[in-house]
């Protein structure tokens, strides 16, 4: 790859981010920060599961995941359950306020993406969407 195409999808990466999280008058944007969206997303989608798990999912450390779900936890997003086959080991599961919280985050994420591609052509924004999934499933 050339190095200017490196630079430019670095800096409109860069840009995509900040334009899908702020700009907006709808507060409930600051609500949930990426890390807390994402990981309440997951185990809204595909249940519960371990701070090992996720840890894994994200490709993070084990310590910065446990604070994340504990973080969320103590606002009421996140629950415990106890391994019965390990009693030191527990999954976490998302709670009524958790996917209350996520909901309307994820709207609101949607109303402001949705406002940024209005006047996009249908088939471009298909393509947008698998480009950028091609991109995230990349290895790095």
Do not use: C
Not at 123 to 140: C, P, W
């Amino acid at each position: 790859m050339d190095e200017q195409s490196l630079e430019m999808i670095e800096l409109e990466l860069a840009i995509l981010i900040r334009r899908t999280t702020s700009g907006t008058t709808n507060k409930k944007l600051w609500n949930l920060d990426r890390s807390a969206y994402l990981l309440l997303r997951r185990i809204a989608t595909k249940g519960a599961v371990g701070v090992k798990g996720l840890a894994g999912e994200f490709k993070l450390d084990i310590s910065t995941v446990s604070r994340q779900a504990a973080a969320l936890e103590q606002k009421g997003y996140l629950f415990k359950i106890p391994d019965p086959l390990d009693g030191r080991a527990y999954s976490f599961q998302i709670t009524e306020l958790g996917t209350k919280e996520l909901n309307e985050y994820k709207q609101a994420r949607l109303d402001r993406i949705s406002e940024l591609l209005h006047d996009w052509p249908e088939e471009e924004k298909k393509v947008f969407g698998q480009l950028l999934k091609k991109f995230n499933q990349a290895s790095l």
